[in-house]
């Protein structure tokens, strides 16, 4: 059973960076697929990024594509999302997520969940 943490979270203003990390524990990440998710008030739950196990395939929504830069490290069992350029509109609770050996924005293909860190970014 793998266990996820995310860190990192906070309130800011608009147009300054945050770094998020995805520590694991009780497994390895190195075989799945990691992804970020986000979900704002009143809002679902929406996919921002994924990575591939080895790092070398990056996927991002629309919204966050120029901005968010996911990274890995497999040797420290931890996974990163780089925020810059914050908007009020990236407000949001930010998981962290486990997925399938194949890079994938579904949520459903999503096995283990971390419990979020919240993201505050005012204008």
């Known amino acids: 059973q793998m266990q996820l943490v995310e860190s990192g979270g906070g309130l800011v203003q608009a147009g300054a960076s945050l770094r998020l990390s995805c520590a694991a524990s009780?497994?390895?990440?190195?075989?799945?697929?990691m992804g970020w998710f986000r979900q704002a008030p009143g809002k679902e739950r929406e996919f921002v990024a994924a990575?591939?196990?080895?790092?070398?395939?990056?996927l991002y929504a629309d919204s966050v594509k120029g901005r968010f830069t996911i990274s890995r490290d497999n040797a420290q069992n931890t996974v990163y999302l780089q925020m810059n350029t914050l908007t009020p509109k990236d407000t949001a609770v930010y998981y962290c997520?486990?997925?399938?050996?194949?890079?994938?924005?579904?949520?459903?293909?999503?096995?283990?969940w971390g419990q979020g860190t919240q993201v505050t970014v005012s204008s």
């Open positions: 009780g497994r390895t990440i190195s075989s799945f697929a």
């Open positions: 997520a486990a997925g399938p050996a194949y890079i994938t924005a579904r949520q459903e293909q999503y096995n283990s």
């Open positions: 990575i591939m196990w080895n790092g070398y395939s990056t």
